[in-house]
């Protein structure tokens, strides 16, 4: 089995990262001089208007898209090299689980393909799902969870390899405000006790600002870097951060980005 070294560099670096798809209508300019570093164990927030190339840029990180101009480089490697190290796990906006397998078997589908023995298949699958605050629902179905739980099983099928990198394309977008919280907690949890960094797309301000260590604030099409926001908030933070002026301090600096972008809208 091969996989992702932990690098001593930045853990994601662009220097003048450009995106153009062809369409039959013309050019689509996705991403514009987009310079970013991310280093090891932050948890980096992408914020932005829809179709600002949030995901693009997640996308092309994973090695899912290929940019037309400036570099990146994944754990000192080229995004392509990565993905065949299996460096970074993928969490994406639904849960793509499998109705027809457990639990247990949609969190350990990569290992098998991986060829991974299945008692530590088994062993992975139990310590992840504990992750997630999921144990003993092993043998349970999709169809027997609620969204929030199936989100959860695709978490743990993302650290199931055990990635150094976890890339997460607005996971919660779909749920309610009380289990978006929850999972927020959760989430914020998981990433203290594991120290993967994390790159997480989302339109929410609150959820931005309560999650991360640093937020890219996005500008609408082509997708720009408008402004980087550092946040010093103790790692073990919980919810009730949300009502401290500092936090309203954090929120009003993002919300003024999007604005000055001219993407957000009371």
């Not at 932990?6 to 798809?21: C, H, I, S």
């Not at 969204?147 to 990635?163: D, K, N, Y």
């Not at 260590?213 to 009730?240: E, H, K, N, Q, Y």
């Amino acid at each position: 089995m091969t996989r992702a070294v932990a690098t001593t560099g930045p853990v994601v670096e662009t220097r003048g990262l450009e995106l153009v798809f062809q369409t039959r209508d013309g050019p689509v300019h996705a991403l514009s001089d987009v310079s970013l570093t991310i280093e090891k164990g932050a948890f980096v927030s992408l914020i932005g208007p829809s179709g600002c190339g949030k995901t693009t840029l997640l996308r092309v990180i994973a090695d899912l898209e290929q940019p037309t101009g400036g570099t990146i480089m994944v754990n000192g490697r080229t995004p392509g090299e990565n993905r065949r190290r299996r460096g970074y796990g993928y969490v994406f906006q639904a849960p793509a689980l499998y109705p027809w397998r457990t639990v247990e078997r949609n969190v350990t589908l990569p290992l098998e393909i991986m060829g991974i023995a299945a008692a530590e298949r088994r062993e992975r699958a139990r310590r992840n799902l504990q992750l997630v605050n999921l144990e003993g629902f092993e043998q349970k179905y999709p169809w027997q969870l609620s969204g929030g739980m199936q989100q959860r099983v695709s978490i743990a099928r993302a650290l199931s390899f055990e990635p150094d990198l976890l890339l997460m394309d607005e996971p919660f977008g779909a749920l309610d405000e009380i289990t978006r919280d929850h999972l927020n907690a959760q989430l914020l949890h998981l990433w203290r006790t594991t120290g993967k960094t994390v790159v997480f797309v989302t339109h929410s301000i609150a959820e931005a600002a309560f999650l991360s260590t640093r937020i890219v604030v996005m500008s609408p099409r082509p997708g720009r870097i408008l402004d980087v926001i550092d946040s010093d908030f103790p790692a073990d933070r919980s919810l009730d951060i949300r009502e401290t002026p500092k936090f309203a301090e954090l929120s009003r600096r993002i919300r003024d980005g999007l604005r000055a972008g001219h993407s957000y809208e009371d």
